[in-house]
């Protein structure tokens, strides 16, 4: 059994097996366009909206995912399991630019 995970704005596709979180199956189809970051939960890069689909998620950031996102379905890439086909909008951006320093 497939999950099929569609990207609304980008018109672009690809499908889950059972187990596997959104981000990895992306990025393990050579898809791109939802931004990776730690792949833990705790950056918040990779934030979609579920616009229809059921799925099942583990715990995520706080600081990026509060009670009410949840209510709103906006929840991390890396930290949903398909449990069916499932219509994303992607909303993750990098809130700090990563910095440099020479020394």
Known sequence: MRYRVHLEELELDFTCHPG??????MIGAGKKGIQ??????????CKVEVLEGEFTARAMSKAHVDEESLVRRQVLACCITPRSDLSLKVIGKIAKPIQRRCQ
């Open 20 to 25: 596997q979180n959104v981000l990895e199956c």
């Open 36 to 45: 990776v970051g730690c792949r833990g939960g705790g950056c918040g890069v």
